[in-house]
Structure formats: C-alpha cells, structure tokens
T-cell receptor, first 114, second 117 residues
C-alpha cells in the first residue's frame, strides 16, 4: 500500500487553465505538506497543514490554494496556470510538525504548462 | 537565514567503492535535525538517514553513514560498497527546530551520483 499517494502523476495543461492535484496519506499522520521541485531540481516548501489547519505558508502566489478536508487529505488547486508553474509537486506527511519527525514524500505530480 | 549547501553538483564512484557527499549548512540554532534524501530517476524522495544535532554519535544505516561535525556545520554522507542502485540525486536537508517554520525542510541543491559498473 502506498503511504502517500497523489494524483495525477502526470498533467499537461494549457496556460490559463485551473487544475487540482489530490493527495492522501494512510500513515495516520497529523501533518501534511506540499513541496515544489523546479526544473533545476530545487525543492522548496509551499504549504504545511497540521490537523487540517494551515501552519506554513511560504511566499506562494494566491493562485495556489491548498485545501485539507481532513487530516489524511491535502489537495492543491492552482488557478490561471502559468508557464512558470511547470514543476514536480510533491505531497508529503509527517507524524507531527515537530522538527524531529521524518517527512515521507509521495511520488510527485509532474505538471507541464504549455 | 538558514541555508544548506551541497558543493558537488555531480559525483561518480566505481561499483563496490566508497564515496562521500558533502553538505554544509548555516544556522544559529543549537538543536535541529539533518537529513539525507535520495531521489532516483523515478523522482520518489526516499529518506536515507537522519541525524539529531544534540547527538554526538554519527548516524548509520547499513552502508550509509554520516560524518556530523557540528562546530563546522558539516554533514557529509558516506556510501560504502556502492551499488548500481545507489545512482540518484542526493539531497541534504535541514529541519527547523521550532517556530513558525518548525518541521519545514530546507534542501540543498542536490548532488547527482553516478555509479560505474
């Protein structure tokens, strides 16, 4: 069973469209994250939720809106997609927000905006 | 601001040999955590090893071990008996100990490791 699963794995879409990436974890973790990996493979956090509440919100355009319906799910919705949004988006989870907790990553969703 | 630097964009090792990947970081904190993640071509991020800053003993996981030098803010990864399956991007990461970004991982830019048969 996949611990952190995200769909779709690949997504090609046109500029201006709105798209969502879904994420689910079956580890019983309280904290979930979205990380973005750009074309140079640089990984950076976007958002973090703990028990459905937003705890980290890095400098991300308002076009990106995370939603956590319950602590096992954290979805990412992106409005008005731009070429620069092309990246691999990783969902992740950890037992809690504390620094010592290992963060487990999903397989990534490869978004290409054309 | 906390930063993580991996000075070797690419490394190469012969199968069965040993290789060391470098990582330095900058922080004013005394308690924190450090991680090495592996990213094979499949893009899956896989935890290799973690180290608590308050522990002087270097972490070890089978063929993977770290050389943690707190004063020098250095956290290198040693891979012994390298295998073809070790070929991947390796990312060093620092975890904020507390505050608004607690648990957040700051990643280095990665080192691409190739393993030659």
């Amino acid at each position: 069973d996949t611990a952190v699963s995200q769909t779709p794995k690949y997504l090609v879409t046109q500029m201006g469209n709105d798209k969502s990436i879904k994420c689910e974890q079956n580890l019983g973790h309280d904290t979930m994250y979205w990380y973005k990996q750009d074309s140079k493979k640089f990984l950076k956090i976007m958002f973090s939720y703990n028990n459905k509440e937003l705890i980290i919100n890095e400098t991300v355009p308002n076009r990106f809106s995370p939603k956590s319906p319950d602590k096992a799910h954290l979805n990412l919705h992106i409005n008005s997609l731009e070429l620069g949004d092309s990246a691999v988006y990783f969902c992740a989870s950890s037992q809690g927000p504390a620094a010592g907790n290992t963060i487990y990553f999903g397989e990534g969703s490869w978004l290409t905006v054309v | 601001a906390q930063t993580v630097t991996q000075s070797q964009p690419e490394m190469s090792v012969q199968e069965a040999e040993t290789v060391t990947l470098s990582c330095t970081y900058d922080t004013s904190e005394s308690d924190y955590y450090l991680f090495w993640y592996k990213q094979p071509p499949s893009r899956q991020m896989i935890l290799v090893i973690r180290q608590e800053a308050y522990k002087q003993q270097n972490a070890t996981e089978n063929r993977f071990s770290v050389n943690f030098q707190k004063a020098a803010k250095s956290f290198s990864l040693k891979i012994s008996d390298s295998q073809l399956g070790d070929a991947a991007m390796y990312f060093c990461a620092y975890s904020f100990p507390y505050g608004g970004s607690q648990g957040n991982l700051i990643f280095g830019k990665g080192t691409k490791l190739s393993v030659k048969p």
